[in-house]
């Protein structure tokens, strides 16, 4: 299974992946991918704050709040999981 394949702190990356988050148009807030991968937005956020420095996300300001998507370089890991 992919999920296997990537760390626990990877696994939002494949979420991003699978919801088609791979732009700033499809961008999603914390508190809307929070809900949807079942964990606290701290913890989210510290690993998206690791995803991003990684260079595996970016992220834009949306009404005021940071929205994150992912970058070339994520969907490049995700993808290599399926291989």
Do not use: T, W
């Not at 296997?4 to 732009?23: A, I, K, T």
Request: charge should be neutral.
């Amino acid at each position: 299974m992919v999920e296997d394949r990537l760390g626990q702190e990877d696994r939002p990356l494949l979420y991003m992946h699978n919801l088609g988050v791979v732009n700033a148009k499809r961008a999603k807030k914390l508190g809307e991918l929070a809900a949807i991968l079942q964990i606290s937005v701290e913890e989210l956020k510290r690993l998206l704050g690791h995803c991003e420095a990684q260079g595996y996300v970016e992220s834009i300001m949306s009404e005021g709040e940071k929205a994150y998507y992912l970058s070339p370089k994520g969907i490049i890991k995700v993808c290599s999981c399926f291989s």
